[in-house]
């Protein structure tokens, strides 16, 4: 290759362009701003940003050219945009981008003609590129075409954000009839896929607060959002619009959830239950403890117990149960809440299942006489259960109320 001013007849025009290119850039490298007028600054201005586009241009079609034609091989590389980000310490992401926009460009001849004329900006192709190639399959070519060239007259008039957003749509501009289709198949798709990718994640800092993460589809997000700020609302009595306000009324809302429209997790509607004392529902200040295992105050167990949804259990001197809230009249939820605060959960021994995921099992079999009562009930997971009723295994009740599984021989 000839150096930066020192082009031959030998050269391949684009090689020697780039010569006489680097030539004049040397001569001016050093000259000062400012100097210009202002008037000529708003021309160079406007001007540079058009080179540039069209230097892109030329760049890309440089890419495109060198991947068809493998020029990483020779080094070893494993694609020509691996030789390109080694050889000028662009990352292999980015020229891995810009070889695909290259080759893209090279089935949209007049974006790549817009581009190389300075007429569009880079970020503007991709976009008029990018929303054409998503057109479905079955769009006829004729249809597509008219999106492109709908696409590069808006592009006179619109930077990329506002282009991308008619891109999204461009259907509708040209093709009303399939548009509306379309977007209905993809709201459609974008709703699975979210779906798909719902999660939640919390974890506890062992300081009394929870952290957590979620995603969840749009729909649902703004349902809760104006549900929060409602409770949120000042008009509301809340504490306002901030984060603090925010989280606050986030708190509120899962207090206040109505319990008796949630699923039954083992028997017992997945409310919360707050163990306490007689003394600590009197007034006293020994802690409580929801049935997850969490301590919270005695402040906070007496105002939980006031609320809807919210099981109090209160506890004798020897830990009786000696209430369970105003769900009593429920005798088999009432006797399953009372079994859970007892066992903690499954009592087979070494399993750490909690009482969520457990049954009641009758230590004397219901066959065998046995009644449907707390003292003789217990609390086994799903696997216990079902080894608790196979002949093949022997039960050993210990002292500490554990149970121990033994295969018989």
Known sequence: MASAGNCTDRDHPIVA?????????????????????????????????RLIAR???????????????????????????????????????????????????????????????????????????????????????????????????????????????????????????????EEAKQLAKEER?????????????????????????????????????????????????????MGLAFAEYVRRYPTDRLPTSGGVSASVVVTMTLETLMGGLKAAQLDTGTMISSGLARRMACEAGIIPVVLGGRSEVLDVGRRRRFHTKAQRIAMAVRDKGCVAQGCERPMSACHAHHLTQWAKGGSTSVEDGVLLCRRHHTLAHHQDYELTHNPDGKITFTRRE
Request: net charge negative.
């Open 193 to 245: 896929d979210a779906e798909a990718k719902a999660r939640l994640t919390m974890h506890a800092d062992g300081h009394g607060m929870t952290y957590g993460r979620f995603a969840i589809r749009d729909a649902e997000a703004d349902m809760l959002r104006k549900a929060l700020h409602a409770i949120a609302s000042p008009q509301a009595g809340g504490e306002g619009l901030s984060p603090h306000g």
């Open 55 to 181: 230097l892109t241009a030329l760049e890309l079609k440089v890419a495109a050219h060198a991947d068809r034609n493998r020029v990483g091989d020779a080094s070893g590389a494993t694609s020509a945009g691996v030789f390109w980000a080694n050889h000028t310490r662009m990352t292999q992401a980015e020229a891995a981008r810009k070889v695909k926009l290259g080759k893209a460009l090279g089935h949209h001849e007049p974006v790549e003609e817009a581009l190389s004329a300075g007429d569009v900006l880079v970020d503007q192709a991709r976009v008029i590129v990018d929303a054409v190639t998503a057109l479905p399959d079955d769009v006829d070519a004729d249809i597509k075409t008219q999106a492109r060239d709908f696409l590069l007259e808006a592009a006179r008039h619109y930077d990329a954000r506002a282009l991308r957003i008619q891109g999204r749509r461009i259907l509708d501009v040209v093709a009303p009839e399939i548009g509306e289709a």
């Open 17 to 49: 362009a780039m010569s006489v290119i680097e030539a004049e850039l040397d001569g001016v490298e050093h000259a000062p701003a400012w100097s210009l007028s202002d008037a000529d600054t708003r021309v160079a201005l406007v001007r540079a940003t």
